[in-house]
């Protein structure tokens, strides 16, 4: 585990390197020799068939597999994922294809779910706030962020789950199959959010 410090990452700066990193699932190898350089500022895209390993290469970045070889750099300094908490701690957030969004709570509700502030008398003003202003950021175009996520289209619900992603800052925010399931419209929308 490493220190992230608090301060953005420069542009073009080497963020996440991997090299050789295979994953074996008893006798069936799921990634094979991966290298993979992320530099700050970069969108990159892995594509490839149903059963490649993008999934898996994803959930070893998030820390909820572990890498059977290889090696995992982030932001110049060798790192163990050894769970979800670990890759949130140095600043790698991930949104799932699931989204795991509760779509019985509003918005705010779910941008905050289990990072709440003030969880003892939960600052709701101050959440709304945050929540509006992580939203704009994104130029989402969702009318209330007080609406039900079960009211919400496939395209604003992925909105809302790259929204909670962005709550803690992250340096590097992983999205597996951003526009699975997803129309024509939908996915022109999460795209330009990406």
Known sequence: MIDTPDEPVP??????????????????????????????????????????GKSTLVKILAGVHQPSSGTISFRGKQVTLADPS??????????????????????????????????LRLDEVAMEV???????????????????????SGGQRQTVAIARSLLLEPKLILLDEPTAALGVAQTAEVLNLI
Request: hydrophobic share 55%.
């Open 11 to 52: 542009a073009g700066e080497l963020v996440l390197s991997l090299r050789g990193v295979s994953k074996n699932f008893g006798a069936v190898s799921a990634l094979t020799d991966i290298d993979l350089d992320v530099h700050a500022g970069e969108v990159v895209a892995l594509v490839g068939d149903n059963g490649a």
């Open 86 to 119: 670990a890759a949130l701690t140095l600043g790698i957030a991930t949104v799932f294809q699931d989204l795991a969004l509760c779509e019985n709570l509003d918005i705010v509700a779910n941008i905050f779910l289990g990072r709440e502030l003030n969880p």
């Open 130 to 152: 945050r929540a509006w202003t992580l939203l704009n950021e994104l130029s989402a175009r969702i009318p209330s962020v007080r609406e039900v996520v079960a009211s919400l």
